[in-house]
């Protein structure tokens, strides 16, 4: 049946896909930092959602819910999809392939994990999309002397671990307008 032709094409792309696939390799590994095999390599980290949950003035201090989502390439998991029965995307779980490690930084707090809620997708050129939610608590310089009327400015960050510059860029992005609530009670 259809069904059962689709299962096997499936079972058969992720045999080919991880048959030889190290999940603690990174696909950025080059012999020199200036290849230009290492040229465009982005990770790309799209705020979809900060909610502000928290503001302590007197430690200048904010939590927000944060929602964001990250993409980047890993040309190890490419396909042609004429070869399996027309697949363009796989979904798979966290820890089945390599991840790059990043953090939000100039943080004081963080409270939980970058938690997927929901699976890796993974399209037949190799680009990977992940949606993620946490929670973190930031420093920012709150000046309240225009009380009630201030503004404050504070920022989210966000920092790769392990590459350099010319190896593996961050790059943040934030929809316009971004999905921003504010309300605090």
Known sequence: SESDSLQQANHALLKKL?????????????KSS?????????????????????????????TANIGIVVE???PRLSWDPLDFHSIENIYLTEGAIWFPKFFPCDRCRFI???????????NYRGEILSTFQFTVTYNCD????????????????FSLSGYRQEELDLL???????DLYVRFF
Do not use: K, W
């Open 142 to 157: 709150i000046r309240n002397a225009d009380f009630p009327f201030d503004e404050q400015l504070c920022s989210l960050c």
């Open 172 to 178: 943040g992005f934030s929809p316009s307008p971004p």
């Open 18 to 30: 991880f048959e030889s696939y190290d999940v603690n390799a990174s696909p950025f590994n080059t």
């Open 112 to 122: 939980g994990y970058l938690a997927h809620f929901n699976n890796i997708e993974v």
């Open 34 to 62: 200036n290849s230009s095999a290492t040229a465009g390599r982005t990770l790309n980290v799209t705020l979809m959602r900060a909610r502000l949950i928290g503001l302590n003035e007197r430690e200048r201090q904010f």
């Open 72 to 74: 980047y390439s890993d």
